[in-house]
């Protein structure tokens, strides 16, 4: 890919309103972010319908919606085919394949179809030095303002991590709904990264221990519980 070409992609970024479209899906026509206010929402993309790693994500995806539900998190796919292809091939997984011990398994949620690839390029999913006929596997996790909160992006021969995605929604409303940062690998009821204290006093306070509940291990790095139940009943909404 040259300099030119790479200037032609739209790349949105954290913290960009999520680029509107409207489109047709598996499930009808969506108005998109609008039509999402008020629900977190991951956006993604897979490479093409009717091959085997989108299939094992999106029985995986599929399987695991309720999880995402519970969330207040909606799920919408896309790919550069068409509607037929994707009706098809989800039908395909529906009455054919067993895998990993999940079989049966509908897609309820929507599935964009874009054979123009305005939305994808709109999305930077169309990445040439890996593809310029396919979406790469991006994820997109928009809150419910329409702001774009964290993107992953993925190449096409690896599958994604259905539960880092579990845990990137989690993560992102328990630091909105507690004012706090999380640290490496967090999960629900592992301490929180408390903000750095904006005096000196506070943090002096801090470092000897008498803020109640903080533990510090340098100046610019204090901890705290939030009881695991607190923290999940906070993100349910
Ligand atoms: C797959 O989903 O298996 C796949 C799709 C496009 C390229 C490579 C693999």
């Known amino acids: 890919m040259d300099n030119n070409e790479a200037a032609a992609i739209a790349m949105p970024r954290i913290g960009d309103k999520a680029p509107a479209f409207k489109a047709v899906t598996t499930q009808g026509e969506i108005d998109f972010p609008k039509q999402y206010q008020g629900h977190w929402v991951i956006l993604f993309s897979h490479p093409a319908d009717f091959t085997?790693?989108?299939?094992?994500?999106?029985?995986?995806?599929?399987?695991?919606?309720?999880?995402?539900?519970?969330?207040?998190?909606?799920?919408?796919?896309?790919?550069?085919?068409?509607?037929?292809?994707?009706?098809?091939?989800?039908?395909?997984?529906?009455?054919?394949?067993?895998?990993?011990?999940?079989?049966?398994?509908?897609?309820?949620?929507?599935?964009?179809?874009?054979?123009?690839?305005?939305?994808?390029?709109?999305?930077?999913?169309?990445?040439?030095?890996?593809?310029?006929?396919?979406?790469?596997?991006?994820?997109?996790?928009?809150?419910?303002?329409?702001?774009?909160?964290?993107?992953?992006?993925?190449?096409?021969?690896?599958?994604?991590?259905?539960?880092?995605?579990?845990?990137v929604v989690q993560a992102l409303k328990a630091a909105d709904e507690f004012g706090v940062a999380t640290p490496a690998d967090w999960r629900p009821g592992d301490d929180v990264i408390v903000p750095t204290a904006g005096s000196c006093g506070v943090a002096k306070d801090r470092m000897d221990g008498k803020e109640q509940g903080v533990t510090c291990h340098d100046w610019f790095f204090c901890t705290k519980k939030i009881d695991k139940e607190k923290v999940l009943q906070a993100i349910k909404k």
């Open 52 to 167: 085997p790693v989108c299939t094992s994500e999106f029985m995986t995806f599929a399987t695991m919606e309720k999880q995402f539900e519970e969330l207040n998190c909606k799920l919408v796919g896309l790919s550069v085919d068409g509607l037929y292809s994707h009706i098809a091939w989800l039908r395909t997984i529906k009455e054919k394949i067993e895998y990993k011990g999940m079989k049966d398994v509908e897609v309820k949620f929507p599935l964009i179809e874009d054979i123009t690839m305005e939305v994808a390029k709109k999305y930077g999913m169309i990445q040439p030095g890996e593809s310029s006929t396919k979406a790469v596997r991006a994820v997109f996790v928009i809150d419910p303002k329409g702001v774009i909160r964290a993107m992953i992006y993925y190449p096409l021969s690896m599958g994604r991590n259905f539960d880092e995605l579990i845990r």
